[in-house]
């Protein structure tokens, strides 16, 4: 679900609804998650990006009058070769929060996410980790292989990277 179509948002607030029936205090919601584009494409993803921006503006001030924060998660690809897409930057992600500003808005920093990512572009993990945690409502921690160039995990699916393992049992540092 990305917010941005009639549809998804209609959805959306459904789930604002059920979070605060259930008593929930957060929704784990995946922001930007479209395929990174060059050229003309690149405006298209630029239009969607902005769409989804205004919808959540009154789906944040919903969740806030329901007493719901709405945590926005950076993803990673589940497979090698999977096309990127702007939500597994979580530099990307944690400007998404910036720009929205409001108090019902805050990251869901998953580290396994973080881990895979980093190690596909090479970034410095605890660089990455400070520049997010001020913004920070919520940690997914779990481990895994990060972009495995080489695989040497007998037992291990050979060819997933968001195996969700537990801490320790990967190589998340």
Excluded at 3 to 13: I, N, S, W, Y
Excluded at 109 to 124: F, P, Y
């Amino acid at each position: 679900m990305s917010a941005g179509t009639l549809e998804h948002d209609r959805a959306f607030e459904g789930l604002l609804d059920y979070a605060a029936t259930a008593g929930a205090e957060l929704i784990a919601c995946h922001g930007l998650n479209f395929v990174e584009a060059d050229g003309p494409a690149a405006a298209r993803l630029h239009e969607r990006a902005q769409l989804e921006e205004r919808s959540l503006t009154p789906l944040l001030q919903r969740a806030l009058s329901l007493g719901v924060t709405v945590a926005i998660e950076n993803l990673a690809p589940v497979y090698p070769g999977a096309r990127r897409r702007r939500c597994h930057d979580p530099l990307a992600v944690r400007d998404l929060v910036r720009r929205l500003d409001h108090p019902s808005a805050g990251m869901l920093l998953d580290l396994g996410h973080l881990h895979i990512t980093a190690d596909a572009t090479r970034s410095d993990h605890a660089a990455l980790l400070a520049a997010c945690v001020p913004d920070v409502v919520l940690f997914h921690v779990h481990d895994n292989l990060g972009c495995r160039r080489r695989i040497d995990a007998p037992g291990i699916d050979p060819v997933k990277l968001d195996l969700h393992l537990p801490p320790g049992r990967g190589s998340l540092p």
